[in-house]
């Protein structure tokens, strides 16, 4: 074990002569969201440290004259690329201003990323080397539910739109393979780049790396990807102190010489109509945070009232979902009358893209899964289910009011109408991103077609208009509303939120489960793939 005294007081048997620690301890462990849920019982019931957490801490730390320097120790770093690569940011801002070490036992894609913000990069010499690249897996069930009775019936627009395929088909398609291979390809570039730019090198030399077969913290040193290969009681003594040990010494936060602020909205999860909710069904991109349209409007309507808030920042991190919930929120975007700037994490694709079509600035990360501008409509079909188990569902009425039951197959008729009208949605949705991004309908549509495209990718393409996290887009915020750099921001929830009777409710919705989280909607601007990079 390290020889660090961890003490509740930092002042506390520091060594002779010192009387305020030198050293401070930063452990990093997680996912990182971006911030802390604005929903009650989001927020209740997480425990997780956030960026935004992060952030606030680096800035104290960036304020401390006595400071010789920060340890970051790096433990189960659970982060996805792009809040890695916000990590990467902080730290890099930090070492501007002290010595930053980051302590890495685990040397993979993603905590070689977050640290490479950091001055110097060390390892243990039995730390655990994962250098591979990056890769994904999606597990295809076409086959699985067809042996089970089940089938599924998939409309897409169009042929790169994979939301439902897992579902629909046993093999991954040709165009789909072809979209991920490409967004693959984007992300170890920035990768690349990032690295590249941190260890002094150049990008072709850092992309050698994922195929220098690494296996060791002494290889990884060899090849110039760390600096040091050391113990952490090799690199830091009884001065230092973790950082909450310290936080008595640290300065206090600077407050804006001027009136105004800037309102952060969080529409994170699957796009619903109605109010945003928990859906605790362990099924992939339907567990987890909702973002109901509800609710995001009404947060949005709360910044736009509040005389104080002079821009709007909207975090998006959703793969889509509704195409009706995803057009109300655009339209509350689009009606603004203070500047709204989106920032993408992790994703921002279909729904999750259409809502930042009027925003005045969008920002992603080059690690954004963005794009997806298409629209799927669906439903399983359980004839051959219902005859293997003698279930017999009977009709009495207008077959066209039952024409999304799974009992049966859509008809050639009820097949032409849902097309006409998923048709629409993506018109809809094409003429959207055309106005709002100053291009024709026709390059949209080129740019669309349900296709997926890096961050990096829809940067030069149009569809974004720079490389950032939040703080950029904060930034540029407070730039379009002319408040000073240091102006506050403030995280927005719809008014009447919390605690009780508005709580209970909350609570209540948290509870109630649903295998299909858009009850009666069937068109949908989703990417439904569970994307987690490896």
Same mark, same amino acid.
């Given at each position: 074990?390290?020889?660090? @005294?961890?003490?509740?007081?930092?002042?506390?048997?520091?060594?002779?002569?010192?009387?305020?620690?030198?050293?401070?301890?930063?452990? &990093?462990?997680?996912?990182? @969201?971006?911030?802390?849920?604005?929903?009650?019982?989001?927020?209740?019931?997480?425990?997780?440290?956030?960026?935004?957490?992060?952030?606030?801490?680096?800035?104290?730390?960036?304020?401390?004259?006595? &400071?010789?320097?920060?340890?970051?120790?790096?433990?189960?770093? =659970?982060?996805?690329?792009?809040?890695?690569?916000?990590?990467?940011?902080?730290?890099?801002?930090?070492?501007?201003?002290?010595?930053?070490?980051?302590?890495?036992?685990?040397?993979?894609? /993603?905590?070689?990323?977050?640290?490479?913000?950091?001055?110097?990069?060390?390892?243990?010499?039995?730390?655990?080397?994962?250098?591979?690249? %990056?890769?994904?897996?999606?597990? %295809?069930?076409?086959?699985?539910?067809?042996?089970?009775?089940?089938?599924?019936?998939?409309?897409?627009?169009?042929?790169?739109?994979?939301?439902? =395929?897992?579902?629909?088909?046993?093999?991954?398609?040709?165009?789909?393979?072809?979209?991920?291979?490409?967004?693959?390809?984007?992300?170890?570039?920035?990768?690349?780049?990032?690295?590249?730019?941190?260890?002094?090198?150049?990008?072709?030399?850092?992309?050698?790396?994922?195929?220098?077969?690494?296996?060791?913290?002494?290889?990884?040193?060899?090849?110039?990807?760390?600096?040091?290969?050391?113990?952490?009681?090799?690199?830091?003594?009884?001065?230092?102190?973790? %950082?909450?040990?310290?936080?008595?010494?640290?300065?206090?936060?600077?407050?804006?010489?001027?009136?105004?602020?800037?309102?952060?909205?969080?529409?994170?999860?699957?796009?619903?109509?109605?109010?945003?909710?928990?859906?605790? /069904?362990?099924?992939?991109?339907?567990?987890? @945070?909702?973002?109901?349209?509800?609710?995001?409007?009404?947060?949005?309507?709360?910044?736009?009232?509040?005389? =104080? =808030?002079?821009?709007?920042?909207?975090?998006?991190?959703?793969?889509?979902?509704?195409?009706?919930?995803?057009?109300?929120?655009?339209?509350?975007?689009?009606?603004?009358?203070?500047?709204?700037?989106?920032?993408?994490?992790?994703?921002?694709?279909?729904?999750?893209?259409?809502?930042?079509?009027?925003?005045?600035?969008?920002?992603?990360?080059?690690?954004?899964?963005?794009?997806?501008?298409?629209?799927?409509?669906?439903?399983?079909?359980?004839?051959?289910?219902?005859?293997?188990?003698?279930?017999?569902?009977?009709?009495?009425?207008?077959?066209?009011?039952?024409?999304?039951?799974?009992?049966?197959?859509?008809?050639?008729?009820?097949?032409?109408?849902?097309?006409?009208?998923?048709?629409?949605?993506?018109?809809?949705?094409?003429?959207?991103?055309?106005?709002?991004?100053?291009?024709?309908?026709?390059?949209?549509?080129?740019?669309?077609?349900?296709?997926?495209?890096?961050?990096?990718?829809?940067?030069?393409?149009?569809?974004?208009?720079?490389?950032?996290?939040?703080?950029?887009?904060?930034?540029?915020?407070?730039?379009?509303?002319?408040?000073?750099?240091?102006?506050?921001?403030?995280?927005?929830?719809?008014?009447?939120?919390?605690?009780? @009777?508005?709580?209970?409710?909350?609570?209540?919705?948290?509870?109630?489960?649903?295998?299909?989280? %858009?009850?009666?909607?069937?068109?949908?601007?989703?990417?439904?793939?569970?994307?987690?990079?490896?």
């Amino acid at each position: 074990m390290p020889n660090i @005294p961890f003490l509740n007081k930092a002042d506390d048997a520091l060594p002779g002569g010192v009387t305020r620690p030198t050293w401070v301890v930063l452990d &990093l462990a997680g996912p990182y @969201p971006e911030r802390q849920p604005g929903n009650p019982v989001q927020a209740l019931l997480s425990r997780t440290e956030t960026l935004e957490a992060l952030a606030g801490r680096i800035q104290k730390l960036k304020g401390a004259s006595w &400071l010789h320097g920060v340890l970051v120790r790096f433990g189960e770093f =659970t982060a996805a690329p792009a809040a890695a690569h916000a990590v990467r940011g902080l730290l890099h801002d930090l070492a501007q201003s002290t010595r930053v070490v980051a302590y890495l036992p685990h040397l993979n894609m /993603v905590s070689l990323l977050a640290a490479s913000g950091a001055s110097e990069l060390v390892a243990p010499e039995s730390a655990e080397v994962n250098l591979n690249g %990056f890769g994904l897996e999606s597990t %295809f069930l076409g086959e699985f539910l067809k042996k089970r009775g089940i089938e599924f019936e998939n409309l897409r627009i169009r042929e790169y739109k994979a939301a439902l =395929t897992r579902f629909s088909q046993d093999h991954m398609d040709d165009h789909n393979r072809e979209q991920l291979q490409a967004y693959l390809d984007g992300l170890e570039g920035a990768w690349a780049a990032d690295l590249a730019s941190a260890r002094g090198v150049s990008p072709e030399q850092a992309a050698a790396w994922l195929d220098a077969d690494l296996t060791s913290a002494q290889g990884a040193l060899d090849a110039g990807l760390i600096t040091k290969v050391a113990y952490e009681d090799e690199l830091i003594g009884p001065a230092s102190r973790p %950082f909450g040990a310290v936080v008595n010494w640290l300065m206090p936060d600077k407050q804006s010489s001027k009136k105004g602020r800037v309102a952060v909205v969080p529409l994170v999860g699957a796009i619903i109509t109605g109010k945003s909710r928990i859906n605790p /069904v362990p099924l992939p991109l339907l567990g987890g @945070p909702m973002a109901g349209s509800d609710t995001v409007v009404a947060a949005l309507k709360r910044a736009k009232e509040d005389k =104080t =808030t002079q821009a709007i920042v909207l975090y998006v991190n959703s793969g889509g979902g509704s195409a009706l919930a995803s057009d109300l929120i655009w339209r509350e975007v689009q009606q603004s009358e203070k500047p709204v700037v989106v920032v993408m994490g992790e994703y921002a694709a279909s729904g999750g893209y259409y809502v930042a079509a009027h925003a005045k600035t969008i920002v992603a990360s080059p690690y954004t899964l963005t794009g997806s501008i298409g629209v799927v409509s669906g439903k399983p079909i359980l004839e051959e289910f219902n005859r293997r188990h003698g279930l017999n569902p009977e009709r009495v009425g207008r077959d066209r009011a039952l024409m999304f039951s799974p009992a049966r197959r859509y008809s050639d008729e009820e097949r032409e109408h849902v097309e006409k009208g998923i048709l629409e949605v993506y018109d809809r949705f094409i003429s959207r991103v055309a106005q709002g991004r100053g291009l024709t309908k026709e390059r949209v549509n080129e740019l669309g077609r349900g296709r997926i495209w890096s961050g990096q990718d829809a940067l030069d393409y149009g569809l974004v208009d720079e490389l950032g996290d939040l703080r950029t887009g904060l930034a540029r915020a407070r730039e379009l509303a002319g408040l000073p750099e240091d102006a506050p921001a403030w995280n927005v929830t719809p008014k009447g939120h919390g605690p009780l @009777p508005e709580f209970a409710q909350e609570a209540a919705r948290a509870a109630q489960v649903s295998l299909w989280p %858009f009850g009666s909607e069937r068109v949908l601007a989703w990417f439904d793939q569970d994307i987690k990079v490896r």
